[in-house]
C-alpha cells in the first residue's frame, strides 16, 4: 500500500486520539493509519497487563481477526515472541515474518516491525503500555531515528492508552472516595448521613405504596466498659455487630452504624419487632474476647410512630432509651408494648 503524506497522516492521528471515543476505537484507527502512513500490509496494538504478565491483542488492521482472537493473549516471557521481546526490552525490533505472529494477511508478508508505546507519567517514569506490530511486505522503513511516522504512530497510541488509563483511574478514584463518604470506616456499613438518605427515601416509596415503614435504633450493652480495654476491643466488637446485622437483613434494607455504639436498621414492612428480635438473638450468639455481647433495641413504625424521618428517628430513640432502663437485650416498640 503506498504510503500516504506523513504530516496529514499525524494530523488526523492526532485528531483520533483527542477526540473523546472509546480506546479500542482509537487504537483501530491508528492502527489503518500505520498502514496508510508506513505503507504497512498490516498493524496490530497489543496492551500490556503487568498484573497477569501478558499482552493482549486489543486492535488491528489487516490481520485476520478471528485469528488474532483465537491466539489470545501472548505471555510477557516467551522468548519466541517478537511483542513479548519488544514490551520486556522496550527497544524497538525488526525480525523477518517467521510464522511466530498469526493471522497475517496473504501477500507476502516477511517482515515484522515492532516499537514499545512508552508513557512518561508525571514524575517522569516511563512505562510501557503495550507494543505495536507491523507487517511489511519487503523491508521496514527506517526506524532508527526519532523523526519518522511509525514511531510517531507508536507514541500516539501510548499516549491514548496512558489516557484512557489514567481516565480509568479517575473513576475508580471518584467510586471510592463515593463508598468512603458514604460508608462507616470502622464497620464498612452506611454512615449517619447515609442512613438519613436512605430514610427519606424510603418513606416517600412508603408514601406513595401506603405501606408500612420500620426504623431500629439498636445500642450495644455496656460499651463504655469494653471500650476500657481499649479502642481496639471497642473496634472488635462493633465489627462483630456490623457483621451480624448485616447477616440478618434483607436485600432491600439498609443497615448502618449512626453513633458511637449505635446502629441503625430500616426494613420496609411493619415486621420491626421480629427484625429487632432477629438481630438481637444473632448478636447475642456471638462473643468478643469470650463475654457475649448484647443489644437493646428501639423500634418505629411508619406511620404510626411518625410521618417524617426526624419524628421517626425521635420515636425509634424514645423507644431506646425505655428498652435501656429495663435492661440488658430489651426491645421495645415505640407506642407499643
Known sequence: MPARDPQLTLLEAARIVARGSELDAKLDALCGHVLSAAGAAAAAVYLYDPVAEILVPAAQAGFDQAALTSQGPVAAGDQKQLVARVARQRRTEVAPSDGVLPALPKGGVTTLAGLPLISADETGDEDAEGVLVAAFAGAAPDLSGPENTLSALADLCAVAVRQARLQNALRERADWIGRLASTDAVTGLANETTFERMLELEIARA?????????????????????????????????????????????????????RDEFGLIAPGGGGEVAGKRVRDAVARREADGQPISLRV??????????????????????LDTAKQQGRGSIVVAGGS
Open 207 to 259: 408514601a406513595r405504596q401506603q405501606t408500612q415503614l420500620s426504623v431500629l435504633l439498636f445500642d450495644i450493652d455496656g460499651f463504655a466498659k469494653i471500650n476500657e480495654a481499649g479502642a481496639a476491643a471497642g473496634d472488635e466488637v462493633l465489627r462483630h455487630v456490623a457483621a451480624t446485622l448485616a447477616g440478618e437483613v434483607r436485600l432491600v434494607d439498609t443497615a448502618a452504624r449512626v453513633g
Open 298 to 319: 428501639g423500634v418505629a413504625i411508619y406511620p404510626a410512630a411518625g410521618a417524617s424521618g426526624t419524628d421517626l428517628l425521635g420515636s425509634a430513640n424514645q423507644a
